[in-house]
Nanobody, 120 residues
Framework: QVQLVESGGGLVQAGGSLRLSCSASGSIFSINRRGWYRQAPGKQRGLVATITSGGSTNYADSVKGRFTISRDNGKNTIYLQMHSLKPEDTAVYYC??????????????WGRGTQVTVSS
């Protein structure tokens, strides 16, 4: 079983910055892809950014140039550095990880989410 724990959310004024962290633990043999997704009230959960085991990144158009996803493989942790935050970035941010555990089973795990609120 793989557990993901997010941290770093909070309340920030428009134009401000926040850094989210997500640590992974459990029976992890390998992780192929990790990412951040967000869900605003009344909307579906959508992609923010992903990073593969090879280091390739992908961003939603709405956050390109403002958000940066990074990883620390030694700590099994990923980060989302967010700058120039806008009220429309307000959402619950979820961490995701896809990989394989030590039983050789694939996993697709989610964290419980962390709230980011941007005031205007």
């Amino acid at each position: 079983q793989v557990q993901l724990v997010e941290s770093g959310g909070g309340l920030v004024q428009a134009g401000g910055s926040l850094r989210l962290s997500c640590s992974a633990s459990g029976s992890i043999f390998s992780i192929n892809r990790r990412g951040w997704y967000r869900q605003a009230p009344g909307k579906q959960r959508g992609l923010v950014a992903t990073i593969t085991s090879g280091g390739s990144t992908n961003y939603a158009d709405s956050v390109k140039g403002r958000f940066t996803i990074s990883r620390d493989n030694g700590k099994n942790t990923i980060y989302l550095q967010m700058h120039s935050l806008k009220p429309e970035d307000t959402a619950v941010y979820y961490c995701n990880a896809q990989g394989r555990d030590y039983t050789w089973a694939d996993f697709d795990s989610w964290g419980r989410g962390t709230q980011v609120t941007v005031s205007s």
